[in-house]
């Protein structure tokens, strides 16, 4: 019997034997219930999506055994999402290239799979925003591999309070939609790895070293249980799959071709390596050194200044290609707004699209000072995105509800969004006015075909609703249901006493509209009253 293969006395057990306790477990979360006819439904949707995401798996599975991208190819490919950092693009390239070329022999000649295999895991070190994450997400689209992502800062040593590291493993099982065969070459990318380094004096000694020495087992090679001892619902339902027969899902994971790509700022690393470049030289070297530019000092870091910065010596060992991102300048963030197939400036035009097709323009000038106030902001290619949705958010609001199709951004308009988009709306005073009107027309649409009684607003009571709803910056579809949320009810009486169900709206009725609506009603119940 092989180990995948499961016992006839385990996999013909009746659902029966399963305890009550644990049936009551089950069925709280979801995973048991006692009606067979709806459990067998749900193991037909399980089947189709399991199969949906066997097929998907296989075709990921298939591209990878073809892989034959070249590393230049990668770069170029990089280049039309990613500005500068050159060098780290071309590290980054050779690295995964040979990573997926050996992954690639292992899938061909399953044989080479045991062969000695020093892995190429990345460190990224550089300030943020400048690309580290968008970079990892761009290679893991383009493989088509499966990647998780976690900031290191919520692993702790025992996963009892935080996170376990080996968690991360499980998220990558999860996100290659259980195949376990898909997850073993995929990406595990955890951010802030600086943060968990053992510095004296700041209480994080025990804890961060401690995760570093679990984070080294999972880079090297290491079986990983698919189910921690906490995860009792996926205990569960491995026990339900025994009793359900069948073969064995795999348990456990080996991380043998999982790739593991780390990154962090490293805010006193600079320091560090200008501190040692300083003892090393006399004279007018040590000025030199002292006053060496933390973009400079970053590109000759050495083991020993990473250790040095409290990262155990076998945990740095396990991260042999070290890439070095650059920090942005604001030429940097002006040709990211134009040239970037993933600028946010594109987002924020489709988000504007996506409003009745509002289109928005952006002068050169106004790129020029949108990446000169984001270069300010200190946070890279994310200052953009702060600096736009300053500028920008009252706009998002306003403009949807108006009949205004265009938007040009200037130099104006960052320097005082507020006046910009007053003057706007105020020479569109009159289309919004018209705009209000259509909108009125509407609600009496949705009145009749919702409550079954027609209601015709007159010319007199149309305007002072459109008044009112620019005095109370309201729509007029909120302002409508506050002001005849009795009418459904009235109307249809009067509807049932009358005969008649087309009803007129008058300007009384919006200023007094429960008054109006007692004296309709009052006044068709007086001659019923009379004739008694």
């Known amino acids: 019997m092989s180990n995948h293969e499961v016992p006839p006395s385990q996999s013909d057990a009746p659902s029966d034997e399963i305890p ?9 979360n979801g995973i048991f219930t006692q009606s067979h006819a709806h459990g067998a439904a749900a193991d037909a949707r399980g089947n189709d999506d399991h199969d949906n995401a066997d097929a998907k798996a296989a075709e990921v599975l298939d591209r990878i055994r073809a892989f034959n991208l070249k590393p230049r190819e990668v770069r170029d490919i990089l280049d039309r999402y990613v500005i500068q950092q050159g060098e780290a693009k071309k590290v980054l390239s050779v ?72 968690d991360l493993v499980r998220d990558l099982v999860k996100t290659a939609g259980g195949n376990v065969e898909l997850a073993r070459y995929g990406i595990i990318f955890i951010d802030e790895i600086d943060k968990i380094a053992s510095q004296p004096g700041t209480g994080r000694d025990v804890s961060g070293r401690g995760v570093q020495v679990n984070l080294l087992k999972l880079m090297e090679e290491t079986e990983v249980n698919l189910f921690s001892q906490t995860d009792l619902v996926g205990q569960m339902q491995s026990v339900l799959q025994m009793q359900r027969g069948g073969a064995q899902a795999a348990r456990t994971i080996n991380t043998r071709h999982i790739l593991f790509i780390v990154s962090g700022a490293f805010d006193k690393l600079a320091e560090i390596i200008r501190h040692r470049a300083g003892q090393s030289k006399i004279g007018f070297g040590r000025a030199s050194a002292a006053t060496m530019a ?59 699209e996506g409003y009745d097709g509002i289109e928005m323009n952006v002068t050169r000038e106004a790129i020029k000072a949108i990446a000169a106030q984001a270069f300010q902001e200190g946070t890279g290619a994310r200052g953009l995105m702060t600096v736009l949705e300053r500028a920008l958010r009252e706009f998002k ?14 130099t104006a308009t960052l320097d005082n969004p507020r006046r910009a988009l007053t003057a706007m709306l105020a020479a569109n005073r009159r289309e919004h006015r018209e705009l ?10 949705r009145f009749v075909a919702e409550h079954g009684v027609t209601i015709e607003f007159a010319d007199e009571a149309i305007d002072a609703l459109v008044d009112l709803s620019i005095a109370r910056d309201k729509t007029v579809r909120a302002l409508c ?3 005849f949320r009795d009418y459904p009810h009235g109307l249809g009486l009067l509807a049932r006493t009358s005969g008649s169900a087309v009803f007129t709206i008058t300007r009384a009725m919006v200023e007094s509209p429960d008054a109006e609506l007692s004296r309709l009603i009052v006044a068709a119940m007086r001659p019923a009253a009379g004739e008694t």
Do not use: W
């Open 20 to 28: 009550q306790s644990l049936r009551d477990l089950l069925h709280g």
């Open 95 to 166: 690295a995964i290239c040979d990573h997926y070329n050996h992954v690639r022999r292992c899938l061909q000649h399953p044989g080479e799979a045991d062969t000695d295999y020093a892995k190429p895991n990345v460190i990224l070190l550089g300030p943020t925003g400048v690309g580290k994450t968008y970079l990892l997400r761009c290679i893991a689209r383009l493989i088509g591999v499966p990647m998780v992502k976690a900031d290191a800062t919520k692993f702790s040593e025992t996963g009892y309070v935080g996170y376990d590291t080996e």
């Open 294 to 352: 933390d973009r400079e000092a970053l590109h000759q870091v050495q083991t020993a200044d990473l250790i040095q910065y409290g990262f155990e010596p076998e945990f740095i060992g396990r991260l042999p290609v070290r890439v070095i991102c650059d920090p942005l300048s604001a030429e940097d963030l002006e040709r990211i707004l134009l040239t970037s197939e993933g600028s946010v400036l594109r987002q924020y035009k489709r988000d504007f």
């Open 397 to 410: 609001f306003e403009l949807p509800s108006t009949s205004l199709k265009s938007l040009e951004i200037t």
């Open 436 to 445: 209000l009107r259509s909108e009125v027309n509407r609600y009496a649409e």
């Open 481 to 483: 249901e506050e002001i």
